[in-house]
């Protein structure tokens, strides 16, 4: 099992930046990729950025340039710097761990950028 722990939402206005963190516990070195993912009213789960344990990252297309997802393996941490910030980001954001059996999920948080 792990536990994911997701923090720093909040209310940001357009142009401006928010990170994100999700703290590991558990079985974490059964974790081989961490991702976040955001839902917005009305819309599928989406996928925006993920990071493996060797580093590669992958993001939609929609944050390139401006988010950047990054891990701390010493605090067992997932960041997700986001900047220039848009309307179109507003969502709960959750964080997930990949293990070879199953994805885990924190409880999301609430990110709304005000036009």
């Known amino acids: 099992q792990v536990q994911l722990v997701e923090s720093g939402g909040g209310l940001v206005q357009a142009g401006g930046s928010v990170r994100l963190s999700c703290v590991a516990s558990g079985d974490i070195f059964d974790i081989t990729a961490m991702a976040w993912h955001r839902q917005a009213p009305g819309k599928q789960r989406e996928l925006v950025a993920s990071?493996?344990?060797?580093?590669?990252?992958y993001y939609t297309d929609s944050v390139k340039g401006r988010f950047t997802i990054s891990r701390d393996n010493d605090k067992n941490t997932a960041y997700l710097q986001m900047d220039s910030l848009k309307s179109a980001d507003t969502a709960v954001y959750y964080c997930?761990?990949?293990?070879?059996?199953?994805?885990?999920w924190g409880q999301g948080t609430q990110v709304t950028v005000s036009s």
């Open positions: 997930g761990a990949m293990t070879r059996i199953t994805w885990y």
């Open positions: 990071i493996t344990i060797g580093g590669s990252t």
